[in-house]
């Protein structure tokens, strides 16, 4: 089985600095997805960037990034110039490529502050 | 719809209650996925339907829980006889094919058993 996990439960950045959030997965297949997802008060999950295993270069949407090392099975994110909207839970996910049921296995999660 | 819409947003049932929650999914979308989301914790898969079919449902925890999707579009999860562990925040999320890598969540229901 799949596992993801989040060694942080909080982290704060002030505003327009840098912060990077970790996570780790275990998995035996070599084809899957990687995504970061935001959850803010209102519940709702936003995907922020998605990874696909078999691409060596590493996502990057606008002010977000990831850290992707496969052998380490290590997915990062970074955020820069952090803004207070930022403020949120962030969950790493993994979802296999292949197969029919492609569910989402979520980390723990990181509560990220944001601070003046 | 535009987006994924749960109702209702907030659900407090007596224990031994059943519930109902439903889950409207983006129009077309052929994937339905429940996840259940307990406090502070990650949301964990429940089911999952392709179309009218539920094709794994090994995620659900007990067999209080049922999740049906009649026609392949609006899907409902049901629990039984309620337990206080059974609050959490109850998250649906659709996609538009079976392989699609975004899933499109709703906001979910949040259950409170007392």
């Known amino acids: 089985a799949q596992t993801v996990t989040q060694s942080q439960p909080e982290m704060s950045v002030q505003e327009a600095e840098t912060v990077t959030l970790s996570c780790t997965y275990d998995t035996s297949e070599s084809d899957y997805y990687l995504f970061w997802y935001k959850q803010p008060p209102s519940r709702q999950m936003i995907l922020v960037i998605r990874?696909?295993?078999?691409?060596?270069q590493n996502a990057t949407e606008n002010r977000f990034s990831v850290n992707f090392q496969k052998a380490a099975k290590s997915f990062s994110l970074k955020i820069s110039d952090s803004q207070l909207g930022d403020a949120a839970m962030y969950f790493c996910?993994?979802?296999?490529?292949?197969?029919?049921?492609?569910?989402?296995?979520f980390g723990t999660g990181t509560r990220l502050q944001v601070t003046l | 719809g535009a987006g994924v819409s749960q109702s209702p947003r907030y659900k407090v049932a007596k224990r031994g209650q059943d519930v109902a929650l439903r889950c409207d999914p983006i129009s077309g979308h052929v994937s339905l996925f429940w996840y259940q989301q307990a406090l502070g914790q990650g949301p964990e898969f429940l089911t999952y339907?392709?179309?009218?079919?539920?094709?794994?449902k090994s995620g659900l925890p007990s067999d209080r829980f049922f999740a049906e999707r009649p026609e392949g579009s609006v899907s409902t999860l049901k629990i039984q006889r309620t337990q206080q562990e059974d609050s959490a925040v109850y998250l649906c999320?659709?996609?538009?094919?079976?392989?699609?890598?975004?899933?499109?969540f709703g906001q979910g229901t949040r259950l409170t058993v007392v």
């Open positions: 996910a993994y979802r296999r490529r292949t197969g029919t049921a492609s569910k989402l296995t």
């Open positions: 339907f392709q179309n009218e079919a539920q094709l794994d």
């Open positions: 999320a659709s996609t538009q094919g079976v392989m699609n890598t975004e899933a499109f």
């Open positions: 990874q696909e295993a078999y691409k060596q």
